[in-house]
């Protein structure tokens, strides 16, 4: 408020202000730029305080926002009655609710126990986004009454096409979801969920179990014969997307991902990246890399090599970046046979150890995925150091 009421105060000491780089050749009044100043001050006080009556209602969760391009799917709805009733629970309840209560207080907004402090809830184009720093985002729910018995049986083994997405839906279960930009796809598993009177398309897991998370939800708006409407987040925004039928998917045909996939579908490189610390773990790594590593004697090639992949929680390693760089950390393209090699060790030797991807404690039935990163160090074809 504070910054705005100093520029107010700034430009009405101005007649005009000339905003070139925007309006080319355009002059705009004070008067017009204060009407836009009170209109986004207003707008963004409305948006940073809602109402009891503004919170009242159901939500579907729609992601969380862990960065400006990294969406985790929310697979949840927040139930929030006049009453001050809350219900947390999951859209296809795999998990049973959280009841408790909720309230607004003055500025803040008490959900359960946790206090939101003022801005820390707003609503915006019937989006609800609670928190800043790693908002979850909630669309507005409105009831859509399907018949699900007749919805799945015009759904399940078909394949139905968006302008973003390809969904194929397979009679066991499977799924498979295809970017028809960029042709990656993926195996999941799927299920046809009743929320009250209405139907959600839910998918989860991986290409081997129901295990590794969600992909966003999409709520059956209307489904004819050859084409469906649904509402979700498409990755750019929430909206009612048109699917149409493609064909019907054979009894034989497998459903496999196009390349390597992760188990978990919010996986980051970034956040799990392990690295190869302990003495003991290091003195293996440094044996086994010995015995296997052919030195290539080659005056040049010294420097770092770098390399990350990723093993995922059945054990299969792929992802695979490798970088080089010279002693002043310039890049550098070093020999084929010692690039080929590492590449070798890492992928069929270190990413088979199931140590790398259980949790700490040890526990086989909490296998996840790992992305691991080495550093060697080479002085003329040969391996000096490896760094954690």
Same mark, same amino acid.
């Given at each position: 408020m504070k910054r705005i009421a100093t520029l107010l105060n700034f430009l009405y000491n101005r007649r005009h202000l000339h905003v070139s780089s925007t309006w080319p050749g355009k002059t705009m009044s004070v008067k017009q730029v204060l009407y836009i100043l009170l209109f986004l001050y207003t707008s963004s006080l409305h948006a940073q305080a809602p109402s009891h009556e503004q919170l009242t209602g159901i939500w579907i969760g729609v992601h969380t926002e862990w960065g400006d391009d990294f969406f985790c799917p929310l697979p949840t709805y927040l139930r929030l009655d006049a009453d001050g009733a809350y219900q947390l629970g999951m859209v296809d309840s795999s998990a049973q609710p959280l009841l408790s209560t909720w309230a607004v207080q003055g500025d803040s907004v008490r959900l359960d126990t946790i206090h939101y402090a003022p801005r820390?809830?707003?609503?915006?184009?019937?989006?609800?986004?609670?928190?800043?720093?790693?908002?979850?985002?909630?669309?507005?729910?409105?009831?859509?009454?399907?018949?699900?018995?007749?919805?799945?049986?015009?759904?399940?083994?078909?394949?139905?096409?968006?302008?973003?997405?390809?969904?194929?839906?397979?009679?066991?279960?499977?799924?498979?979801?295809?970017?028809?930009?960029?042709?990656?796809?993926?195996?999941?598993?799927?299920?046809?969920?009743?929320?009250?009177?209405?139907?959600?398309?839910?998918?989860?897991?991986?290409?081997?179990?129901?295990?590794?998370g969600f992909k966003p939800l999409w709520q059956i708006?209307?489904?004819?014969?050859?084409?469906?409407?649904?509402?979700?987040?498409?990755?750019c925004a929430v909206t009612t997307e048109t699917f149409r039928l493609i064909r019907t998917i054979p009894l034989d045909e497998a459903c496999r991902p196009s390349e390597f996939q992760p188990c978990n579908t919010c996986f980051s490189q970034k956040w799990n990246t392990r690295s190869i610390s302990s003495p003991t773990k290091r003195y293996d790594l440094t044996q086994l890399i010995t015995n296997q590593y052919q030195p290539v004697q080659q005056s040049g090639q010294s420097g770092l090599v770098w390399v990350r992949f990723v093993v995922n929680c059945e054990g299969e390693p792929g992802s695979f970046e490798l970088s080089g760089f010279d002693d002043d950390y310039c890049p550098k393209l070093f020999d084929? &046979? /010692? +690039?080929?090699? #590492?590449?070798?060790?890492?992928?069929?030797?270190?990413?088979?150890?199931?140590?790398?991807?259980?949790?700490?404690?040890?526990?086989?039935?909490?296998?996840?995925?790992?992305?691991?990163?080495?550093?060697?160090?080479?002085?003329?074809? &040969? /391996? +000096?150091?490896? #760094?954690?």
């Open positions: 820390q809830v707003s609503i915006q184009d019937d989006l609800l986004r609670i928190g800043t720093q790693y908002p979850m985002v909630f669309r507005k729910f409105n009831v859509i009454p399907i018949d699900s018995a007749s919805t799945y049986q015009q759904l399940n083994g078909r394949v139905w096409q968006s302008d973003n997405l390809m969904i194929s839906l397979h009679t066991n279960g499977q799924v498979s979801v295809e970017n028809t930009t960029t042709k990656k796809k993926t195996a999941h598993f799927w299920q046809l969920v009743r929320f009250g009177q209405s139907a959600f398309l839910v998918i989860r897991g991986n290409q081997h179990n129901t295990d590794g708006a209307r489904l004819g014969s050859n084409q469906m409407q649904a509402i979700g987040w498409n990755g084929s &046979r /010692i +690039t080929t090699q #590492l590449r070798d060790i890492c992928q069929n030797r270190v990413g088979t150890d199931p140590a790398l991807r259980q949790s700490k404690p040890a526990d086989p039935s909490h296998d996840h995925d790992v992305s691991i990163a080495i550093t060697f160090r080479l002085k003329d074809g &040969r /391996i +000096t150091d490896i #760094l954690p």
